[in-house]
């Protein structure tokens, strides 16, 4: 069965740092992989989402994420963080229902503090 | 596009009472997903429909939860009768799947339902 681990319930840097938030995935199948973000009262919003294109995956905000087959990571960067990255990340994996329709299994989430 | 509309977006009840959650999808999505996230739990699959009619409904608690979708463009989630331990935020989301190799749409989601249950 699909799913994903996050490592780190949470995770601060500091304004300007590298942001490296990790994923890995366990799939039987070639898998679909998403970062979602969550910031506080709202909803989540895509990323950016890996479907077998091109490992280096480039996502909105300046967020990038490798999927790396060997070690079975799809771990989220971005070079230098801002204030407004402070948010939750989540990492999915997306299971496919009987080529009908795609469900989500999300990671228990990374929560991102950025100190000034 | 008004993307995922949900209401209320909060809901503050006391234990026994019903509850009912409601979500309109993005205008063409062919599905639709309801989650559950706490704290304890993080965020969980509740139950999703394609082309209006439920797939799985695995993750749904009890028998006092039940959702529907009547149509492409409405969904109900509701819960009877309401227990402390629903207090949670409830989030809607839809996609539209595509059927050629390799396309896989991304979910949108609403911004969430926040129940409180006394």
């Known amino acids: 069965a699909q799913s994903v681990t996050q490592l780190g319930s949470h995770v601060s840097v500091s304004e300007g740092a590298l942001v490296l938030l990790r994923c890995n995935y366990s799939s039987s199948v070639p898998p679909y992989l998403f970062w979602y973000v969550q910031y506080p009262n709202q909803g989540l919003q895509l990323l950016l989402k890996y479907t077998s294109a091109a490992t280096l995956v480039k996502g909105i905000n300046g967020f990038e994420a490798e999927f790396k087959k060997s070690e079975t990571s799809f771990h989220l960067t971005k070079p230098s963080a801002h204030m407004s990255d402070a948010a939750e990340y989540f990492c999915?994996?997306?299971?496919?229902?009987?080529?009908?329709?795609?469900?989500?299994?999300f990671g228990t989430g990374t929560l991102l503090a950025v100190q000034p | 596009d008004a993307g995922v509309i949900q209401s209320p977006r909060h809901e503050v009840t006391e234990m026994g009472q019903e509850v009912t959650l409601r979500c309109k999808p993005i205008s063409g999505h062919n599905s639709l997903f309801w989650y559950r996230q706490t704290m304890m739990r993080g965020l969980e699959l509740l139950i999703y429909?394609?082309?209006?009619?439920?797939?799985?409904d695995s993750g749904m608690p009890e028998d006092r939860f039940s959702a529907k979708m009547p149509n492409a463009s409405f969904s109900t989630l509701k819960i009877q009768p309401s227990e402390p331990r629903d207090s949670a935020v409830y989030f809607c989301?839809?996609?539209?799947?595509?059927?050629?190799?390799?396309?896989?749409?991304?979910?949108?989601f609403g911004p969430g339902t926040r129940l409180t249950v006394t």
């Open positions: 989301a839809s996609s539209s799947i595509q059927r050629l190799w390799g396309e896989e749409d991304e979910q949108y």
């Open positions: 999915a994996v997306s299971v496919t229902y009987g080529g009908a329709t795609n469900k989500l299994i």
């Open positions: 429909f394609n082309n209006n009619v439920p797939i799985d």
